[in-house]
T-cell receptor, first 113, second 114 residues
Framework: EAGVVQSPRYKIIEKKQPVAFWCNPI?????LYWYLQNLGQGPELLIR????????DSQLPKDRFSAERLKGVDSTLKIQPAELGDSAVYLC???????????FGPGTRLTVT | GENVEQHPSTLSVQEGDSAVIKCTYS??????FPWYKQELGKGPQLIID?????GEKKDQRIAVTLNKTAKHFSLHITETQPEDSAVYFC?????????????FGRGTQLTVWP
């Protein structure tokens, strides 16, 4: 069974540019999560989807971050415009439903110069 | 919200020795405690988890213990091997709440020397 797929794996952009990350969860998993992981820290939740509905986005900086999961399967996280402080690893995870075990993808390492 | 603290931040052991990582949590409503292993350049991998109705769980060389009264839980790795070297994260959540959010510790860098 394929795990959580993320792309790209690495991205380098200049500040003020837009960037997008893509995630395809494990087949059959209804809940999808986006996490931010800063260097030397644990992941922090940005947004959680149950099917196509964003049910927990309280930690998402909505002035520059947006996300969508239109058909309740894959998801895109966007930053526009990017700032130097956005340099981090963006992790996607999925679970069969909320409260079940979460499985993580390999992450996208973003560097903003 | 929940606050999870993890110690130590770094741990070095000789191959074959045991390693113990400890975490504390603040929210007494938390009832699910997973442990993740993260290797360089990879995402966190779930290695073991425990629920609040269980005091201890073991899976081959790894075990987790939970003390609900003291609000702390620990990961024990026995007979460590060089391939156990990685960053380990503890986490806590309330699976019964509508949020079900995982709160992570800051991680422990485990190095196993051959």
């Amino acid at each position: 069974e394929a795990g959580v797929v993320q792309s790209p794996r690495y991205k380098i952009i200049e500040k003020k540019q837009p960037v997008a990350f893509w995630c395809n969860p494990i087949s059959g998993h209804n809940t999808l999560y986006w996490y931010l992981q800063n260097l030397g820290q644990g992941p922090e939740l940005l947004i959680r989807y149950e099917n196509e509905e964003a049910v927990d986005d309280s930690q998402l900086p909505k002035d520059r971050f947006s996300a969508e999961r239109l058909k309740g399967v894959d998801s895109t996280l966007k930053i526009q415009p990017a700032e130097l402080g956005d340099s981090a690893v963006y992790l996607c995870a999925s679970s069969f439903r909320t409260g079940n075990e979460q499985y993580f993808g390999p992450g996208t390492r973003l560097t903003v110069t | 919200g929940e606050n999870v603290e993890q110690h130590p931040s770094t741990l070095s052991v000789q191959e074959g020795d045991s390693a113990v990582i400890k975490c504390t949590y603040s929210d007494s409503a938390s009832n699910y405690f997973p442990w993740y292993k993260q290797e360089l350049g990879k995402g966190p991998q779930l290695i073991i988890d425990i629920r609040s109705n269980v005091g201890e769980k073991k899976d081959q060389r790894i075990a987790v213990t939970l003390n609900k009264t003291a609000k702390h839980f620990s990961l024990h790795i026995t007979e460590t091997q060089p391939e156990d070297s990685a960053v380990y994260f503890c986490a806590a959540s309330n699976r019964g709440s509508t949020l079900g959010r995982l709160y992570f510790g800051r991680g422990t860098q485990l190095t196993v020397w051959p």
